[in-house]
């Protein structure tokens, strides 16, 4: 009995992946790992620790919009909410995170759809199994080899958020979104359509683009420019000191001078101080 019991399980398990798999195979696990192991160990809790974002992590219903020109971080401030979240709700599966790192030369496969699709994955992979209507509608797909309606996607994706005690989701950089044919507008539209049905929780950067901007503006949620803190600077170029000829390192005075003038320079363009350091 115990075989039989274990057997049917694992059976289970290959069933959901199949299904899930169905839905989308496009995964941000990797592009996760990959952009926090380019955050200098430090930087960011600037972020973390304000006053906007303990609210935000703390409440429901709760929208955090965080802009910045090209170069200052966002995408490596992202993954730091995703880890601090991810860190903080390991153990409790009552809780819910999703998250989006769009890409400008991804537009083809990150139609609105295509984004839904990922969010519902990872929230059902999050706290298996798959839940019935959505066996359901694979089964009424899977006989004509179709793919579920955008309607119908939303449908399951509220289904689904409400099965979680809080839920968080994380977009980075909304504005390398898909744009034709109204698909930046459509997605953004059904995620605060979701946000007022389920009160999950939304964090998005993007570079300042107007329309952008309003959107999230109506939302009359929390809004936060990104530049990295001269904190975060000197904390990514301490170390390097140590990488420059022995003159400068014997020299406290001139690492000074080093790192004024790369803080002056970088003028809270993580991305440009990164730059500097290394040419």
């Not at 959505?134 to 089964?139: A, D, F, I, V």
């Not at 899977?142 to 955008?150: A, C, E, G, L, Y």
Request: charged share 30%.
């Amino acid at each position: 009995m115990f075989y039989f019991n274990r057997k049917l399980r694992q059976d289970l398990r290959e069933e959901d992946k199949l299904i899930l798999d169905w839905l989308t195979k496009t995964t941000y696990g990797p592009k996760q790992t990959d952009n926090f192991s380019r955050r200098q160990k430090g930087t960011g809790r600037w972020l973390l620790e304000s006053d906007e974002f303990l609210k935000w992590r703390v409440e429901t219903k709760q929208t955090l919009f965080c802009t910045g020109m090209p170069g200052a971080g966002k995408t490596v401030l992202t993954s730091t909410v995703v880890n601090d979240l991810s860190t903080m709700f390991r153990n409790d599966d009552s809780v819910g995170i999703a998250y989006l790192y769009c890409e400008f030369n991804r537009q083809n496969d990150q139609k609105a759809i295509d984004l839904l699709l990922s969010l519902l994955r990872q929230l059902i992979q999050r706290r298996p199994p798959v839940p019935e209507n959505l066996k359901s509608l694979y089964e009424q797909h899977s006989k004509d080899d179709t793919k579920p309606s955008f309607g119908e996607v939303s449908q399951i994706l509220e289904f689904i958020v409400h099965t979680y005690s809080r839920a968080f989701i994380i977009i980075d950089a909304l504005d390398e979104c898909q744009v034709s044919e109204g698909g930046r507008n459509k997605f953004l539209s059904e995620i605060f359509d979701l946000q007022t049905k389920t009160g999950v929780n939304v964090f998005a950067t993007s570079r300042p683009i107007p329309d952008i901007i309003h959107e999230f503006g109506k939302q009359k949620g929390i809004s936060l420019p990104v530049r990295a803190s001269d904190e975060d600077i000197r904390t990514y170029l301490d170390p390097r000191m140590l990488e420059l000829p022995l003159f400068v390192r014997r020299s406290p005075s001139l690492q000074e001078k080093i790192k004024t003038a790369v803080l002056e320079a970088a003028d809270g363009m993580y991305v440009l101080c990164h730059t500097l350091y290394k040419d």
